[in-house]
């Protein structure tokens, strides 16, 4: 990658892995702040690039001596904070696999993935450490332990010591494993070569480039290929400042945002619904003259930014908003879930671009993205660099599935060759989304081929593992489905789920029972809606239903709207 | 007062009577009629009121008072 002019960052084309790339940026930029790590009332600790590269020696150190090494796998299972970032540099840097685990998912879901990763090492929170009731299996490493606590050894112990031996990979060698999905069927533990992230890593950073004094805002889980991107690698290349927050609330994600006058974040679409909930509540109270006021100065803003953003007009034109949200916040990259158009328009407006893209796991970070010169929000964009999108067997309105073919996908899933054939065909990603592309090269995405979600807050949800918790429903038959799947096309609301009945006469308390039970369900796991199907359920041999043919004749019969809402609360 | 009450009492200012007569082992969503993001606003107020810190995810799964004062009570 050729630096721009002004910028200095590490170098990311002249690297091999990253441990050799963020190695090179904690030296380049180690008297700038690397790292805050904010909680509620103080600021809980603060680190200097050089800090962290001494405290990711320490760890690498640790490993080394622990016998960690090339290609063994590490897990980390820790929530947002600075050793998971520390941690996971020493791993780099020891040549080793990261294995990042969601840090949300129950314990017993954890040491499922755990086990099929075939970690080494586990290196968690000793609250999270804690919740565990089986033992964990592996050697076990935690950040927060009280002094002295049994079977685990504490990160902050590690001693100083001699520099530990830097072990150099090739962009072909492995390094990480991340789970695509966290429960049921089989694990998808997408295996991503170094040369995938510093490929995606150089196109990210020629479009959205950080610098020295940005303060990046890292609230989704590191776990997640966007934070894992922006919020770590993308960063400490850049020399900006990352500020951890262990919260999701936002009441005091603003705080935050304004104690640290943040540059950039990125949120999943139910963070950006609040933070547009809380601001239409402080227009809404403004007396008539001032909203007609201020609706014309968003009117002469959104001129002023048609071409691209200008973040210095739009602040001093629309300087309370701003303010709101620290005053600094140039851009929101928003993904792991699709993105309303209306809300990230109505962001831009108001002078903070929402960056709208399309990745998944299996291709690194993103494939597809929104460039801001103009700002669009109609599309989830077109491929980055080197990435090539296609749509497979268009049918007459140009719809098919998105296939995607790259230096940023996965080697395979881990363990699953038969999965993986099924996903890497010819070196195409069959994304299981469908969507069309526009004589601009700009993907839209219409719904899903595959039945699963992904819910608004970025977790993917397969109906077939609900299916099991309500197998005590009162019906003669129940199948789950992903509402964009069922009818693609009627809105892309990837987070709804929908339950097919077949009632029986003489158990009319369905309803009841399956709006109770749904209640009890986590949120992301919660229904939205039912559809009783009286007609006859095509069965296989073994009187499975055939989800296929079922959802072909559900498709013939009814539209979304047929569908019956379920009181979630 | 036990944690208990002082609970319950925070959960009364918060959501109204309807928290005051609720039973500790009773469904907070269900009989609050609340969702997980005012869940976690109560837990602000706990944070508050017990001078702790409690990281959301370790109320992934908690649904009942006596759940909420037994996690409160671990960490005095």
């Known amino acids: 990658m050729s630096a721009l002019p002004g910028l200095v960052r590490a170098d990311v084309g002249s690297q091999d892995s990253l441990g050799a790339l963020l190695d090179d940026a904690l030296v380049m930029h180690k008297s700038s702040v690397a790292l805050i790590e904010a909680s509620r009332h103080r600021e809980a600790s603060r680190w200097t690039y050089l800090e962290v590269r001494r405290a990711a020696s320490r760890v690498a150190r640790a490993l080394q001596d622990a016998g960690i090494g090339a290609d063994d796998r590490v897990a980390i299972c820790m929530s947002n904070q600075p050793f998971w970032l520390i941690v996971a540099t020493a791993c780099f840097v020891r040549g080793a696999v990261v294995v990042p685990l969601d840090f949300k998912l129950t314990a017993p879901e954890q040491q499922a993935l755990l086990r099929h990763s075939g970690a080494r090492l586990l290196v968690t929170e000793y609250g999270l450490y804690r919740r565990a009731s089986d033992p964990w299996g592996v050697e076990v490493w935690v950040s927060e332990a009280p ?75 590191t776990n997640h290929a966007i934070d894992f991107m922006c919020g770590f690698v993308g960063a400490f290349v850049c020399g900006a400042t990352v500020v951890h927050q262990r919260t999701l609330r936002p009441e005091m994600l603003r705080a935050t945002l304004q104690r640290y006058a943040i540059t950039h974040m990125a949120v999943v679409p139910l963070v950006l619904e609040a933070f547009a909930r ?20 968003i009117r002469a803003n959104a001129a002023a930014t048609a071409r691209g953003p200008r973040h210095g007009v739009s602040k001093r034109l629309l300087k309370p908003i701003h303010d709101a949200f620290g005053g600094e916040l140039r851009l929101i990259f928003c993904g792991g879930a699709p ?83 099924e996903t890497l065909i010819d070196g195409w990603l069959q994304t299981g989304d469908l969507g069309w592309l526009d004589a601009s090269d700009h993907l839209h995405l219409v719904g899903r081929a595959k039945n699963m979600i992904v819910t608004p807050g970025g977790k993917n949800v397969y109906p077939e593992d609900i299916e099991a918790l309500l197998s005590d429903i009162p019906v003669g038959a129940l199948v789950i489905y992903a509402s964009s799947y069922l009818f693609p096309g009627e809105g892309l609301e990837y987070g709804e789920l929908i339950a097919v009945v077949q009632p029986e006469d003489d158990a009319p308390t369905w309803q009841a029972a399956l709006t109770q039970r749904n209640r009890r369900l986590p949120d992301f796991k919660r229904l939205s809606g039912v559809l009783v199907w009286d007609e006859e359920w095509p069965l296989t041999a073994s009187m499975k239903v055939k989800r296929g043919v079922l959802a072909d004749r559900i498709r013939t019969a009814h539209t979304r709207a047929d569908v019956r809402a379920l009181e979630a609360r | 007062m036990t944690t208990l009450e002082r609970l319950t009492q925070l959960a009364t200012d918060r959501f109204g009577p309807a928290a005051s007569d609720m039973p500790a082992n009773a469904d907070l969503f269900e009989h609050l009629g609340i969702d997980s993001l005012q869940a976690l606003d109560l837990l602000t107020d706990l944070e508050d009121a017990f001078d702790v810190e409690i990281p959301d995810y370790e109320v992934q799964g908690v649904h009942t008072l006596e759940g909420l004062a037994a996690l409160i009570e671990a960490r005095l």
């Open chain 1, 278 to 297: 809380t601001l239409d509540e402080r227009l809404d109270a403004l007396p008539d003259w001032k909203r007609v006021a201020l609706d014309t100065v």
């Open chain 1, 147 to 221: 002094e002295g606590a049994e079977g685990v050894r504490r990160l902050e112990d590690l001693p100083d010591g001699p520099e530990p031996t830097r072990v150099s990979r090739a962009r072909t060698d492995l390094a990480t494993v991340v789970y695509s999905s966290g429960t049921g069927g089989t694990p998808k533990g997408c295996m991503l070569s170094h040369g995938a992230y510093l490929s995606q890593l150089d196109a990210l950073l020629s479009v959205f480039p950080m610098a020295p004094g940005d303060r990046y805002f890292s609230i989704l889980p």
């Open chain 1, 339 to 421: 993105t309303d158009r209306r809300l990230a328009e109505r962001f831009y407006e108001l002078g903070i671009p929402v960056v709208i893209g399309y990745g998944l796991t299996e291709a690194c970070t993103v494939a597809t993205v929104n460039r801001l010169t103009p700002f669009r929000a109609d599309s989830v964009g077109c491929a980055v660099d080197g990435v090539e999108v296609r749509i497979a067997e268009p049918d007459a309105s140009g719809v098919g599935q998105v296939l995607v073919r790259g230096p940023t996908l996965m080697d395979g899933y881990l363990d699953a060759p038969e999965l993986t054939a």
